[in-house]
């Protein structure tokens, strides 16, 4: 059994990489930011922003469809709080960190709508289908040492899916580099994700948890770059 899945495997990426050749393909490399709506954005309204990669593949010369995937990180609010913790100690003072993130990745189909690759200008829409991570961190430490007294982490994960649109520029006459502009409607599943850090009677840093469906408009900006000979 583990002879015949080891001969796939190679059959399936001696295919892919050989296939590749004869088809056209892209990474783009952006920004990104997202824009909470509906219960998401009525529960934590911080908008996010951060950085992306995808890689996009077009089976024809002037294909209709490309397929692809993309990864990114939003970074939300991130903050230091300074914090006095009088029963561990008189003058023993202490900044609480809280660290804020979402790590998406997914796939992604393009429907390329125009398709004569001498013109300069590409417009495009995008069904996209993915997961969010949704991360949370907190570190209570010693103002003055830097010595950490306690930590806590939290991350929890949303599917997401929804439709986009965009444009894309040459820059230059090669159509080697275009830079492009999107964004995309992306309903969220309901999750519990956490916010608002504090410091519990105990003295160690916990969250509020919060559960809502996780709906956004992410939007994009940044350079694609054909990676044809």
Not at 78 to 88: A, M
Not at 124 to 140: C, D, H, W
Request: glycine content about 8%; hydrophobic content about 40%; proline content about 3%.
């Amino acid at each position: 059994m583990n002879k015949i899945l080891h001969i796939f495997l190679l059959s399936s990426c001696t295919f892919f990489i050989t296939d590749a050749y004869s088809q056209k393909w892209t990474t783009s490399l952006y920004s990104q930011a997202h824009f909470p709506q509906k219960e998401y954005k009525d529960t934590y309204a911080k908008t996010g922003v951060g950085f992306g990669i995808d890689a996009m593949n077009t089976p024809a010369e002037d294909g209709l469809f490309s397929i692809g995937g993309e990864f990114g990180v939003l970074f939300l609010r991130n903050t230091r709080r300074r914090v006095d913790l009088y029963n561990l100690g008189w003058g023993n003072t202490h900044q609480l960190i809280v660290s804020n993130s979402i790590m998406n990745m997914g796939a992604k189909v393009r429907i390329n709508l125009i398709r004569d690759q001498e013109k300069p200008v590409r417009l495009f829409i995008e069904g996209k289908l993915g997961t969010n991570a949704f991360i949370r961190s907190v570190e209570l430490q010693q103002l003055i040492t830097g010595e950490t007294d306690a930590n806590a982490s939290r991350t929890k994960w949303a599917l997401y899916g929804g439709p986009g649109a965009g444009i894309a520029v040459a820059l230059g006459e090669n159509r080697k580099v275009f830079v492009f502009a999107q964004a995309a409607y992306l309903w969220g599943s309901t999750t519990t994700y956490y916010s608002h850090p504090r410091i519990n009677e105990n003295d160690k840093p916990e969250f509020t948890a919060n559960r809502s469906s996780t709906d956004m408009i992410l939007a994009q900006l940044g350079f694609t770059f054909n990676l044809d000979s």
